[in-house]
């Protein structure tokens, strides 16, 4: 994948995934200030609501449904809300008790403001307090206890220590989220990077793919081509004259299928298309009836295939794919084996798993090939792969198998000389 778009993809996630965590932060956020700001005033709102109820029932407001009595008295506060009254030209009406200095300082400070609303209570600084309150006006002829007459009135309660819990815990929330939002950031771009690296390794894998297949096919078709065309340049030939380029031709066109079932395998694979069937399968019977043919043909090449089956239960695998996976195991073992080798098949039950395992005296495998040896497409010896026939898909697709029935395949060396592939199944 091209370095470019790599990174703006990369870029585009970082962003979405900063951008989800933010929407989820200020919701939450949102929500934990509602509810806590809706808590902490609920026990002041509670004594202005009833402080409005005692005077509505004593009919002293203008909107009572005891609003006709005459120059009621108005009741005294709660302990909790205070009530500042004043007269009908908006001026603050003191109690008689209050000392005379103290009584400019009142009129002062609570002096009649429109910043308190009719029925809803609502939070006013008041020099360096902040008070709760709501207006309420009263029926004319209305007099306090002292026989002021009152017109207009606030019922507010002092949440002066409120206001600075609320804006500590605003600190707080917004310290939290803070650095809860430095670590949503690093985790975004952590997951972003996280997130394209299988994109990353697809898009190499689906760029080896082609151009391996590609190089695979393009071979085939050019001896093909080449030996039609040479066919044409000699219409006169007869077929046994020109056997040779049409033994070879044949050869090609069966390595060519081969190879494209093969990638038809693998490619059903990748997409999942392929289900694995599992049946009970006796192991001794089953593995004797693929080896066998293996067996008469190593007779002729001058090698030796044993089997040694210790398995005394029946086994639940995919019998068509093991039976796959165990041609690819001893085709390979026979292929890069010399005249004389040995290849020997083994099936036992080790730590309640199925250990299946093809061991041959051939040339061996590197250390360096181990690592590469299930890629798709890859030959250790290159120059031999056209006498050995092989393609490089075969333990691809044997992985694959070996995955499928959730198992585990690996490469091992054989003494003194040789490979060992040994498959481990769970039961």
Not at 76 to 104: C, F, G, H, T
Request: glycine share 6%; charged share 20%.
């Amino acid at each position: 994948m091209p370095n470019v778009i790599n990174k703006q993809q990369q870029i585009r996630g970082f962003l979405l995934l900063i951008a989800s965590f933010f929407v989820i932060f200020s919701v939450l956020g949102s929500v934990i200030y509602w509810s806590y700001t809706r808590t902490i005033f609920q026990n002041s709102d509670t004594a202005i609501t009833q402080q409005i109820k005692q005077y509505d029932l004593a009919g002293a407001l203008q909107n009572s449904a005891d609003a006709n009595r005459k120059s009621p008295l108005l009741l005294q506060s709660n302990m909790l809300a205070d009530v500042w009254v004043y007269d009908k030209d908006k001026k603050l009406v003191v109690d008689d008790r209050i000392p005379e200095p103290m009584q400019s300082t009142y009129k002062k400070k609570f002096k009649y403001t429109s910043k308190f609303i009719l029925s809803r209570p609502k939070t006013v600084q008041i020099g360096n307090d902040y008070y709760r309150g709501v207006k309420v006006n009263f029926i004319n002829g209305a007099k306090n206890n002292d026989g002021k007459s009152v017109k207009y009135g606030v019922i507010t309660v002092n949440v002066t220590d409120t206001i600075f819990n609320l804006n500590q815990f605003k600190k707080v929330i917004l310290w939290s989220f803070g650095t809860f939002g430095l670590l949503a950031l690093m985790v975004s771009y952590w997951i972003s990077l996280k997130n394209m690296k299988p994109i990353l390794k697809a898009w190499q894998q689906q760029q080896d793919f082609v151009n391996n297949a590609a190089h695979e096919l393009r071979t085939p078709m050019a001896v093909i081509q080449g030996k039609l065309e040479n066919m044409l340049t000699r219409p006169e030939s007869t077929v046994r004259e020109q056997s040779d380029a049409i033994i070879l031709s044949l050869s090609e066109v069966r390595r060519l299928t081969s190879l494209t079932n093969n990638m038809l395998t693998l490619a059903k694979s990748g997409s999942n298309m392929t289900r694995i069937e599992k049946e009970s399968t006796d192991i001794a019977e089953f593995l004797s009836r693929i080896v066998a043919p293996y067996q008469e043909m190593a007779e002729f090449e001058g090698k030796q295939v044993l089997l040694s089956t210790q398995v005394n239960q029946p086994v639940f695998i995919d019998q068509k794919r093991i039976h796959q996976l165990l041609v690819l195991l001893v085709d390979n073992a026979m292929k890069y084996s010399e005249s004389g080798a040995t290849v020997s098949i083994s099936a036992m039950i080790e730590k309640r798993k199925f250990v299946l395992s093809v061991a041959d005296t051939g040339r061996g495998i590197s250390d360096k090939a181990k690592k590469h040896v299930f890629d798709r497409f890859y030959r250790e010896d290159k120059t031999g792969s056209r006498q050995t026939g092989g393609t490089g898909l075969g333990l691809s697709i044997a992985e694959w198998i070996v995955h499928a029935h959730g198992g585990k395949i690996i490469v091992l060396d054989n003494q003194p000389k040789g490979t060992i592939i040994k498959v481990t199944l769970p039961l």
